[in-house]
């Protein structure tokens, strides 16, 4: 692909990492110079709902470290009727510019889970819209977590992860439930877009073998791409089954730490949870590149 860097090292490959242009705790600037420090040598800030981060990443980057576009969307899993309690993260590897309108979608429904949350909060605290304005982290893009730190730092919660673990998670009493795309429908549209949709972090919809098989049988059909395969949560035992489906799916297995810069996480950027990452194979992203070309030549018939 034109621009594409060409990197002489064999760093680590880590493609899925979060700043705190959304929910991470470092900025774009910090993780650029960790993961150089670390020798990270191919990167994706896959950041949730938006593509702050992918611009000045590149630009702080140079010619030290490939910088890979990438955004991570969660989407609905209800029609399979497999997972009541989680949904499925896909991320969208090398999308177009039009992933904004998948984005705006997702920015609407967050704006309307937000004041409905508000509303089922007054029952039990005094918390205004422009108090969770005032304590959130981006003030442009407000989501559930901020209303969490607003709880904490109106003295109704230990902590904001307290205050979200009380009021806002699923089965509490005031958590709204946000709108998502269904699966099938988010892959179709980040294909019709030329980006390469990936299953984020497969472990936490929390399926059996079975039940996983089953849901990549379908997806597959549909046009799904890749699994998360090398993730620091993913036991020896799940990578060999993953790598498994994604041979026998003839999906990419990707890598990334799902970084976040948290101290408690004990997640390392590159190499995961005590040295369980640490991948350095580039076929990886040889092949999400031909992905997307072939995904871009489908589009252009």
Same mark, same amino acid.
């Not at 109704?156 to 269904?182: H, M």
């Given at each position: 692909?034109?621009?594409?860097?060409?990197?002489?090292?064999?760093?680590?490959?880590?493609?899925?990492?979060?700043?705190?242009?959304?929910?991470?705790?470092?900025?774009?600037?910090?993780?650029?110079?960790?993961?150089?420090? %670390?020798?990270?040598? =191919?990167?994706?800030?896959?950041?949730?709902?938006?593509?702050? #981060? *992918? /611009?000045?990443?590149? $630009?702080? &980057?140079?010619?030290?470290?490939?910088?890979?576009?990438?955004?991570?969307?969660?989407?609905?899993?209800?029609?399979?009727?497999?997972?009541?309690?989680?949904?499925?993260?896909?991320?969208?590897?090398?999308?177009?510019?039009?992933?904004?309108?998948?984005?705006?979608?997702?920015?609407?429904?967050?704006?309307? %889970?937000?004041?409905? =949350?508000?509303?089922?909060?007054?029952?039990?605290?005094?918390? #205004? *819209? /422009?108090?969770?304005? $005032?304590? &959130?982290?981006?003030?442009?893009?407000?989501?559930?977590?901020?209303?969490?730190?607003?709880?904490?730092?109106?003295?109704?919660?230990?902590?904001?992860?307290?205050?979200?673990?009380?009021?806002?998670?699923?089965?509490?009493?005031?958590?709204?439930?946000?709108?998502?795309?269904?699966?099938?429908?988010?892959?179709?549209?980040?294909?019709?877009?030329?980006?390469?949709?990936?299953?984020?972090?497969?472990?936490?919809?929390?399926?059996?073998?079975?039940?996983?098989?089953?849901?990549?049988?379908?997806?597959?059909?549909?046009?799904?791409?890749?699994?998360?395969?090398?993730?620091?949560?993913?036991?020896?035992?799940?990578?060999?089954?993953?790598?498994?489906?994604?041979?026998?799916?003839?999906?990419?297995?990707?890598?990334?730490?799902?970084?976040?810069?948290?101290?408690?996480?004990?997640?390392?950027?590159?190499?995961?949870?005590?040295?369980?990452?640490?991948?350095?194979?580039?076929?990886?992203?040889?092949?999400?590149?031909?992905?997307?070309?072939?995904?871009?030549?489908?589009?252009?018939?």
């Amino acid at each position: 692909m034109k621009g594409d860097i060409v990197l002489l090292n064999n760093g680590y490959i880590d493609l899925h990492v979060h700043s705190n242009v959304s929910d991470g705790k470092l900025s774009v600037e910090e993780i650029i110079r960790l993961a150089i420090s %670390c020798n990270v040598s =191919t990167i994706a800030f896959a950041e949730h709902y938006n593509m702050g #981060s *992918y /611009n000045l990443a590149r $630009k702080l &980057a140079k010619d030290k470290l490939e910088v890979i576009p990438a955004v991570e969307i969660s989407a609905s899993l209800n029609k399979f009727c497999i997972s009541k309690k989680h949904v499925c993260h896909i991320i969208a590897y090398y999308p177009s510019y039009f992933i904004c309108n998948i984005l705006d979608e997702y920015e609407k429904s967050r704006d309307i %889970c937000v004041k409905k =949350t508000l509303k089922k909060l007054q029952a039990h605290v005094s918390l #205004s *819209y /422009n108090d969770v304005v $005032k304590y &959130a982290r981006n003030k442009s893009s407000i989501g559930r977590f901020d209303i969490a730190i607003a709880l904490y730092q109106k003295g109704y919660a230990k902590s904001p992860v307290a205050a979200y673990g009380e009021f806002l998670e699923l089965g509490k009493s005031c958590y709204v439930e946000r709108e998502k795309l269904d699966i099938i429908d988010l892959i179709y549209r980040i294909r019709k877009i030329n980006g390469v949709p990936v299953i984020a972090h497969p472990k936490s919809m929390k399926l059996n073998f079975d039940d996983t098989f089953n849901l990549l049988y379908k997806l597959k059909e549909n046009g799904l791409e890749g699994i998360e395969v090398y993730n620091p949560c993913n036991t020896q035992s799940q990578r060999e089954d993953y790598l498994m489906l994604c041979k026998y799916f003839d999906l990419v297995p990707t890598c990334g730490s799902d970084f976040h810069g948290m101290a408690n996480r004990l997640v390392n950027i590159g190499t995961g949870i005590n040295n369980n990452l640490c991948i350095t194979d580039y076929s990886i992203i040889q092949e999400l590149k031909a992905r997307q070309n072939a995904i871009f030549r489908e589009n252009n018939k």
